[in-house]
């Protein structure tokens, strides 16, 4: 990360590219929750089937994953499990009508 970056100045190409995959991800999120398509895994968790409690039990069950590969060290698993916290995060404050800019704000207020 250079200087610029961990100031929190300008942001890099690098953090663009992030931001635009969280939005990116969050979007597909929203299209699946509004359309229900019948094979989409994010629309099954809006479904009463499902539902809140499934997201928070998959939630707590990564991070029980993620704090195992990070005790063995292994960094692809950790990677892993991280993008599947992520990925039902967002999953999260879609359910709550929150969007991810709710989540960017959040960290910049602390910066
Ligand atoms: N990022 C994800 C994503 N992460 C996890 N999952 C699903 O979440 C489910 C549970 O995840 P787990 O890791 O617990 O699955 P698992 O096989 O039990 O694995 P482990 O428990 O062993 O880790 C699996 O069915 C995964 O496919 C995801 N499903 C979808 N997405 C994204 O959402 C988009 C839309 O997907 P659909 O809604 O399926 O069209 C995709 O293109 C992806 O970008």
Redesign the pocket.
């Known amino acids: 990360m250079s200087d610029q970056s961990a100031s929190g100045e300008s942001p890099t190409h690098a953090e663009d590219a992030t931001d635009a995959v969280l939005e990116e991800?969050f979007a597909?999120?929203e299209d699946?929750k509004e359309t229900l398509?019948e094979?989409?895994?994010?629309?099954s968790l809006f479904t009463h089937e499902k539902g809140e409690n499934a997201v928070l039990e998959?939630l707590g069950?990564?991070t029980t994953?993620l704090l195992l590969a990070a005790k063995d060290d292994d960094r692809e698993e950790i990677a892993h499990e991280s993008?599947?916290i992520v990925?039902h995060l967002l999953v999260l404050l879609s359910m709550k009508e929150m969007d991810v800019a709710d989540l960017r704000a959040e960290l910049r207020d602390r910066r």
């Open positions: 991800l597909v999120v699946r398509p094979d989409s895994y994010t629309a998959k069950e990564e994953e993008a599947d990925y």
